[in-house]
């Protein structure tokens, strides 16, 4: 059986694809969006955080870590990256949850059994399962063996991606999915590249390739002040969609700074201050845009 | 919301409840006077008599639906004979903070000089004490269980569709033929039934007596009213008071006015649990709305305006305050009728008419306190009626609560009702199951299960008043596995709730015989035929309830144990004790550990939840079908209404990491902060609860407003429903909750563990995000709230 590498299952996901879903959450992906919303997802290297708000200050993970890899500060725990060996003793022992690491290799097996607890919800409300990050093609194997299991369970498959994958494989997955949750970001190949560290042509090139090939897909755009948001972007966004075959539906997903609080406590640097959050306003224009192609536009997931 | 029902709205609203000495004054009065004059059935039927009679008539501007137990809207009247209020409450009531209640000095005086000397020694609540034994007297006083009879008579009740088929005049008919056939020869209790029929005919006659006197008051204010359209309206009111109760209703207006004056009958009769309650109003008055439709009397606005003039009176009636009060606590006003609103019909079909809509649409634009509603929903109720159930929902008000129907036939059923009779029943209270106008459904008290095991964890000893109350099961550090442990809860719970039974046995043989409900009986079916009272096993159904508290706080104190003593041996049971003893105190690591490393129920894990489900099975066996006095039996019941917070007061640490004095879970939702992983997952823990096994059970969810702000969440929100349906279970309430609640979050983000909150794209639970983003969310919902 396959293993990968997750870092969430949520449970009553309502705004990742129809009805009521659970998401599972791949760790790693292809690009590194300036404005990326699940960084614990970029990737796929287990990460340690400390949530110093719980800690007790009791001690309990400095005693039993085999590596002494924590020290007990006035601050709460010290914890060194360099020696620490990811056997997790530290999140085992300790009693209020301070210690906590983003990552797990589970076998898909183990991930079936979760999803499948909650077959109740997606049968009354048209629901299923999801499959995001990260980037889930990152670790295809893994994928298409979730996607098979659940192609037997008979429970509805959305696939949400970068759309940055070997076309061969996309096209596998493509054959076992109910719906791709498919980000486009931008048209310019250069900004594309500036901000998110790819260019799109294998993006724009995959995209067409599974609309020809009968892919139902719902377009997710990020609206990002300053990267995507401007007239110009859209009318090729709007253009570029309604020539692909059968793709109608687009999201807008305006940027939020919720991620925040998760770059600092992953350490990492955030880039997301220098973004501006999109007015309502600026994203009924976009939405009004987009619609002036014939796509059908909604705002929010 | 029209001109007139804003006004008579806004007047409800802000009008003070105050204690009525009057109505305590006519019984002393008439007791002083009657008492051993007749039979108790009798007695008690012309004391409601002379109240009819005598009570103060109120008809207030632009009222449509007449009629109050009090001399005015929101005089709260009292029942001494039930229980007195001694001069100290009253103080109390006149001057605490929360749900205070004015006392005029002349209500105290009257207290003073006639009412108390009378009744001290002479109450229902005074017999119950005198006639219960020693062990219930220190079990229910450490709080291992309450007693409801001790403040208030036994109820419950709920109505069929009998009243707007009979009036009074119908069912003194059958009271005269009851009468002729008592068979004197055979029957041994053929006198007695004959004194409960004359008591249930005097009452017919006191009830159109009081809509007689009605009838005579609009009259007067009829020739005195200078404008003409209030004119008319009065003189309608005199003919519909002419016409109910004494005769069945003939249109819409009087069907609501007949349902009122019995509501006020078997409110000013006694004091029962939960007023009364109109049960399916929806199907009552759908024939009658229909009717007027077809031959023009009625068009859809003046029905809702009649609908919403009947909610007025409910909020005009605030709960008769309990005595033997103290200043801390606060109670509350709402005296739980709680109207079905959907469900199925007898034969089966849907139950769902434009009545029912209409009745959503008066909930959201009235959201008074009173009364209170819900919606039954059957595998046959329309989508667009639940989904209009959700939008309401949606506003926050807490209301209305979320039945399946479907369920609550099943329950019934298995109860041994009929089919037919299951369906025209429903719920009542909080979540209480029975068959409407057909049952008296008696809940008896609140258990303390946590405590049980508290016992079983100090062979027998309360904690925290360090009396012996329970049994011996033997010392705790002796027990060398969990089934020991076990065992020993099985066996204290048999003993406790035996006690209770017993001593519940007593009480109702009290009531029987010094309290019985004539007026009452009179509408419920088979008390006629049996020549029986309400009280005395008249109804065709006779069912007492016990409701179980805590068993998410006992399930989990299980686990815990079961892990971490039993199984994992990381903690002896000595260290545990000591710890509970102490309130962790200085064992924080330890308490944390058991919070956050025990499997608990709530979360899908079957761990925790065969816990749960041996722990129910356990409950079924000690209470389901041991016998009541009536020829029926106890079933139980899930629900905590608001008495896991005093059952918590009362109960030392747990061992779940619950610290002493805090509440308990309540209902049968997940100890506070227990569920982590969303709605899904409780429901389907709550799903493993064999639940047609009970009369009811209760679950609480908690969502922010903006989960449910889009027709897409209004969607989810009513799938979810139906999920959980699906898996049987009985109840859901949504909390969609505010910013203060937000506040509260914050600051004990423990007992919001469960609160999910929508961020941008997706939902996440609020106490997971950082305290930046909870600024932002409670700044947006505070903006969105304008």
Request: net charge negative; with cysteine; glycine share 8%.
């Amino acid at each position: 059986m396959t293993s990968g590498v997750i870092f969430d299952i949520k449970k009553f996901a309502i705004h990742d694809g129809p009805g009521i879903r659970t998401t599972v959450f791949f760790k790693g992906c292809p690009l590194a969006c300036w404005w990326c919303h699940n960084p614990e997802g970029l990737t796929i290297a287990e990460q340690h955080i400390h949530h110093p708000e719980r800690c007790i200050g009791c001690g309990e993970c400095v005693q039993h870590c085999p590596q002494n890899a924590i020290e007990l500060s006035d601050k709460g725990c010290l914890w060194d990256n360099e020696s620490c060996i990811r056997c997790k003793t530290c999140v085992q022992t300790c009693p209020s949850e301070a210690h906590e690491f983003i990552g797990q290799t589970v076998t898909a097996g183990e991930v079936v059994d979760k999803i499948k607890k909650d077959i109740v919800f997606y049968d009354e409300s048209r629901g299923g399962v999801t499959f995001s990050g990260g980037e889930p093609l990152m670790q295809v194997e893994f994928l298409l063996e979730l996607l098979d299991a659940c192609v037997q369970l008979d429970i509805h498959r959305t696939v949400d991606t970068t759309g940055y994958a070997d076309a061969e494989l996309l096209l596998s997955v493509a054959a076992r999915t109910d719906l791709f949750l498919y980000d486009l970001k931008h048209l310019d190949a250069e900004k594309h590249r500036n901000y998110t560290g790819v260019s799109n042509k294998k993006i724009l090139d995959n995209l067409k390739l599974i609309a020809q090939h009968g892919a139902k897909v719902n377009i997710r755009i990020p609206i990002i002040p300053g990267f995507n948001a401007d007239d110009e972007n859209i009318n090729h966004t709007g253009e570029f969609i309604s020539s692909l075959s059968g793709v109608r539906d687009v999201s807008l997903l305006p940027y939020h700074n919720a991620a925040k609080s998760k770059y600092s406590r992953l350490g990492v640097h955030c880039f997301p201050s220098e973004i501006q959050i999109p007015s309502k306003k600026e994203v009924h224009d976009i939405a009004e845009r987009l619609e002036g192609f014939d796509l059908q536009v909604k705002i929010g997931g | 919301m029209n001109e007139r029902v804003a006004r008579l709205r806004k007047m409800s609203f802000e009008s003070e409840p105050s204690i009525s000495a009057e109505r305590a004054l006519l019984v002393t009065e008439f007791y002083k006077e009657n008492h051993g004059k007749y039979s108790l059935p009798v007695l008690r039927a012309l004391n409601f008599k002379n109240l009819c009679e005598k009570k103060t008539i109120y008809i207030g501007e632009n009222e449509l639906i007449v009629g109050e137990r009090g001399p005015f809207p929101k005089a709260v009247s009292t029942f001494p004979e039930l229980t007195c209020h001694s001069i100290e409450d009253f103080k109390i009531l006149d001057s605490r903070d929360m749900t205070r209640y004015g006392v005029s000095d002349d209500a105290i005086e009257i207290y003073k000089q006639t009412i108390i000397p009378y009744w001290q020694g002479r109450t229902m609540r005074d017999r119950v004490f005198n006639n219960v034994p020693a062990e219930w007297k220190s079990a229910y006083e450490v709080g291992m269980f309450t007693e409801f009879m001790e403040q208030r008579a036994p109820g419950h009740t709920t109505l069929d569709g009998i009243i707007y088929n009979k009036g009074m005049l119908d069912f003194k008919a059958e009271i005269a033929e009851a009468l002729a056939k008592l068979d004197y020869l055979r029957d041994p209790q053929a006198s007695d039934k004959a004194e409960e029929l004359t008591a249930m005919d005097i009452c017919c006659d006191a009830a159109i007596i009081f809509a007689e006197r009605h009838a005579d008051l609009a009259e007067k204010m009829a020739e005195k009213e200078t404008n003409p359209e209030r004119k008319e309206e009065l003189k309608r009111i005199v003919a519909n008071c002419r016409r109910v109760p004494a005769h069945a209703p003939g249109d819409f207006w009087e069907a609501l006015q007949m349902y009122w004056f019995v509501h006020l009958g078997t409110i000013t009769e006694l004091n029962g649990w939960d007023a009364m309650n109109p049960g399916h109003l929806d199907q009552h008055l759908y024939p009658f709305y229909e009717r007027g439709l077809v031959d023009e009397t009625l068009d859809r606005e003046k029905a809702k305006e009649l609908i919403a003039c009947l909610w007025v009176k409910f909020n005009n009636h605030p709960a008769p305050p309990k005595v033997g009060v103290t200043a801390k606590e606060s109670g509350t006003y709402n005296d739980f009728t709680n109207i079905n609103i959907g469900g199925l019909k007898r034969d089966g079909s849907d139950g769902v008419n434009d009545v029912s809509y209409m009745m959503l649409e008066v909930i959201d634009e009235m959201h008074l306190l009173q009364p209170g509603t819900n919606v039954q929903i059957s595998h046959k109720t329309p989508r667009r009626f639940l989904k209009a159930a959700c939008r309401v929902i949606r506003k926050g008000y807490g209301y209305p609560s979320v039945f399946n129907t479907d369920e609550v036939v099943m329950e019934q059923v298995r109860a041994g009702k009929t089919l037919e009779d299951a369906r025209e029943g429903g719920c009542s209270g909080c979540i209480e199951t029975g068959a409407f106008g057909k049952e008296a459904y008696i809940l008896t008290g609140y258990l303390n299960i946590p405590k049980i095991l508290e016992l079983v964890l100090s062979n027998g000893m309360d904690q925290m008043s360090g009396r012996k109350v329970g049994l011996e099961t033997g010392d705790p550090c002796g027990f060398q596995n969990f089934d020991e442990l076990y065992d020993a809860f099985v066996k204290q719970l048999n003993y406790i709730v035996d006690l209770k039974i017993k001593a519940n046995n007593t009480i109702e043989r009290m009531y029987a015989a010094y309290a019985p409900a004539p007026f009452l009986s009179v509408v419920i079916a088979d008390c006629i035929a049996n020549g029986k009272d309400y009280y005395n096993g008249g109804p065709r159904y006779n069912t007492n309830y016990i409701q179980c508290c805590g068993i998410g706080t006992v399930t989990d104190s299980l686990s815990a144990i079961k892990k971490h003593v039993f199984e994992d041996k990381v903690l002896t049971m000595e260290q545990l004790l000591k710890a509970l003893k102490t309130n962790f105190k200085n064992e924080e690591a330890l308490r944390l550990r058991l919070f956050n490393k025990t499997p608990f129920y709530g979360n899908d894990d079957d761990y925790a939840d065969a816990i749960m489900q041996r722990v129910y099975a356990s409950l079924v066996e000690a209470i389901d079908g041991k016998p009541n006095t009536k020829g029926s039996q106890y079933h139980l019941n899930m629900l905590s209404t608001t008495c896991h917070v005093y059952f918590g007061k009362v109960l030392g640490a747990s061992a779940n990491g619950r610290f002493a004095g805090t509440p308990i879970s309540d209902g049968t939702s997940p100890s506070h902060g227990a569920d982590r992983y969303g709605p899904t997952a409780v429901i389907k823990s709550l799903g493993k609860m064999d639940q047609s096994k009970s009369g009811g059970t209760l679950l609480n969810q908690r969502f922010l407003p903006s989960v449910v702000e889009d027709e897409d969440g209004i969607e989810k929100l009513a799938h979810l429903i139906r999920s959980y349906f699906k898996l049987n279970g009985h109840h859901i309430q949504f909390n969609i909750v505010d910013s203060k609640t937000l506040r509260k979050a914050q600051a004990t983000p423990n007992e919001y563990r469960d609160l999910l909150v929508r961020v941008a794209g997706y939902s996440d639970y609020f106490v997971d995000l950082d305290q930046h983003h909870q600024e932002e969310i409670i700044a947006r919902t505070e903006h969105d709230s304008f």
